[in-house]
């Protein structure tokens, strides 16, 4: 199979590279130091909004829009394929993807709004978001209920005249403590005794200041605030939205949500890719830089194995989300579903798995945010739990891949 990325892709790439090297990287440093001397960790740090006029200005702006979107980007849109080595690169420096207007959840929550908006909804939200002007919250997960199972969910949606009153409890919230997030995809119970467990839900658009919604505590991952996106704690206290903010329909939640989670568990494993390399190349350079008992770590046996295992590892992971790109490109992201969960359910581990491997060569200072290695180990951890859980995924791959070779279908 031929995965060669289109002549626009290469190009987007190159020039991609190139404002990394003049742009990304040498701010490392000053970004996390704006984040450090913030008054408000979940303000918008200057250093963001002088990267975006730079990366607009140089055409590197929604580059995640597929083509069937094309009219919402410049560049008509990109496949999976082409878009892959976009956002691995991007994932050589976690808070680079906001620059380029390609962070989750955003690009989530607009390719929802593109799918299933009504104009006047896309106006209000859709467009603003494109623009960079706004952030977004996608508010799926609940504190007291097994989430892995959406069916669980319980916050309850209910009709009242012309409006929707909502009463619930989410956690796990990305974006919500950013400043500049405007507004929350909700999903919840409207019809909690409707017989098809996957037609009780509904999801409605919430403004953020909307009366009643709380934002009760920002939430850590292994330590990490993810500032200035965060994840956060929310409270819905009889909160009313006008009835025309619902998403598609009535009884379409769960449809939305497995239509906007496929997409979304490609873009994590892309960027974890450019994790997973940018800590071997520099698990190399350490090698060649330290010395111990008398000789270069390169010259260690279980150093090289290490690597070597690094090396591998990293080639398998970017030929299965190449692979899983391909076929979602030629048939769809529903016909692609178990390539995404073989994607979903092996890339975060054994891109973990790497990244603590490579911090163990860097001593105790891997563990430290002089590199970039412990933060982006805490983002592979989390992946196993966003967007559903390994283990929901291996249940149901398990289930179509015994089905395929047994002949049969099991229950």
């Avoid at 008992?293 to 990293?314: A, T």
């Avoid at 030629?330 to 390539?339: P, Q």
Wanted: proline share 5%; glycine share 6%.
């Amino acid at each position: 199979m031929d995965f060669t990325p289109s002549a626009k892709s290469q190009q987007l790439l190159q020039t991609l590279e190139r404002f990394f090297d003049d742009y990304i990287y040498p701010n490392e440093v000053q970004y996390a130091r704006q984040l450090h001397d913030a008054e408000n960790r979940f303000a918008a740090l200057p250093l963001m909004d002088e990267l975006k006029a730079k990366a607009r200005a140089a055409g590197l702006w929604n580059l995640f829009v597929p083509p069937s979107h094309a009219e919402y980007c410049d560049l008509g849109g990109l496949s999976f394929s082409d878009y892959a080595p976009l956002a691995e690169l991007m994932g050589r420096v976690q808070w680079s993807p906001e620059v380029f207007n390609c962070n989750a959840p955003d690009t989530g929550n607009m390719e929802v709004l593109m799918n299933f908006g009504t104009e006047a909804q896309k106006d209000r939200w859709l467009r603003p978001l494109l623009n960079g002007e706004i952030r977004s919250s996608y508010a799926m997960t609940e504190p007291q209920v097994a989430s892995s199972d959406a069916t669980n969910i319980e916050l309850r949606i209910e009709r009242d005249g012309d409006e929707w009153v909502l009463n619930g409890r989410k956690w796990f919230i990305t974006g919500a403590m950013y400043e500049r997030t405007k507004i929350f995809i909700v999903m919840g119970k409207s019809d909690p005794d409707n017989p098809n467990r996957h037609q009780q839900q509904t999801q409605v658009l919430v403004p953020k200041d909307t009366a009643g919604l709380e934002i009760i505590r920002p939430l850590t991952t292994l330590g990490y605030d993810d500032a200035p996106i965060g994840h956060a704690e929310l409270v819905f206290n009889n909160v009313r939205v006008p009835a025309e903010n619902v998403l598609l329909g009535e009884g379409r939640g769960f449809e939305i949500a497995q239509s906007r989670l496929g997409p979304g568990r490609m873009h994590h494993c892309m960027r974890l890719i450019g994790a997973a390399q940018r800590a071997l190349e520099l698990a190399c350079q350490r090698a060649v830089a330290r010395t111990t008992f008398g000789r270069p770590l390169s010259k260690h046996q279980s150093v090289r194995e290490d690597i070597s295992k690094s090396f591998s590892e990293v080639e398998m992971a970017r030929l299965l989300v190449l692979k899983t790109c391909d076929k979602i490109d030629r048939e769809g992201v529903a016909e692609s579903i178990d390539m995404i969960a073989a994607t979903k359910t092996t890339v975060p581990l054994l891109v973990q798995n790497l990244i603590d491997r490579c911090m163990q060569l860097h001593g105790a200072g891997g563990l430290t945010e002089d590199y970039f290695m412990a933060e982006a180990f805490n983002y592979a951890r989390w992946c196993r739990q966003a967007d559903g859980p390994d283990q929901v995924h291996q249940m149901a791959l398990g289930k179509k891949i015994i089905d395929r070779y047994s002949g049969q279908e099991s229950r």
